[in-house]
């Protein structure tokens, strides 16, 4: 079987107009040309355009099976299936999978140089890991920081409250004395 190439298939006017979405809508128009059928104007999709159902909802005349999880790269045969890494997997389990892949020689529709990708989500992870080092060290000083106020300010307290005893006290004491004149 071979697989048949499709023409695009726009909207009336979607090149043209820049509010118009680039895809299909069926022309509805009383005058339109395009589901008139004349010559010279866009292509409709029809029946004949479809390919053979042998080669339906194939990539590469494999298989696709979406890869969820670990599991699922045991699900997978290397002759008939080709591997889809789901979009909503964290970067945790993306990594663990894709190691498993590359191992495995498993082809993966969605990422054709699985190295590369590979490295991309490593250095990101890396980078992140020393970011929120980074951030840590700064709360860390900002503690300590923030700690040694609070001791000199309890200090100055402390030290303010010794001074205000004593003039209490020498207070205290002048009015004994000039009571006692």
């Given amino acids: 079987m071979r697989i048949i190439k499709k023409p695009v298939f726009l909207r009336t006017d979607a090149p043209h107009l820049k509010d118009l979405e680039i895809k299909w809508k069926k022309p ?9 059928g ?33 599991k699922d790269i045991s699900l997978i045969n290397k002759e008939d299936n080709i591997a889809i890494i789901s979009k909503s997997l964290g970067i945790k389990k993306r990594i663990n999978i894709v190691r498993k892949l590359l191992d495995s020689n498993i082809k993966v529709a969605n990422f054709p140089d699985l190295d590369d990708y590979y490295n991309k989500i490593e250095k990101t992870v890396e980078k992140r890991k020393e ?21 000199k300010t309890q200090k100055e ?25």
């Fill in 28 to 36: 509805r128009g009383k005058h339109n040309k395009i589901r008139l």
């Fill in 38 to 70: 004349k010559k010279g104007k866009r292509l409709r999709p029809k029946i004949g355009y479809s390919n053979s159902k042998t080669l339906k909802n194939k990539i590469q005349n494999l298989i696709p099976v979406t890869i969820k999880n670990e």
């Fill in 131 to 151: 970011t929120k080092y980074l951030k840590e060290q700064k709360k860390e000083k900002s503690r300590e920081e923030i700690k040694k106020i609070q001791e």
């Fill in 157 to 181: 307290e402390k030290a303010k409250t010794e001074e205000q005893r004593e003039k209490e006290q020498e207070e205290e004491k002048r009015r004994l004395l000039e009571s006692a004149k």
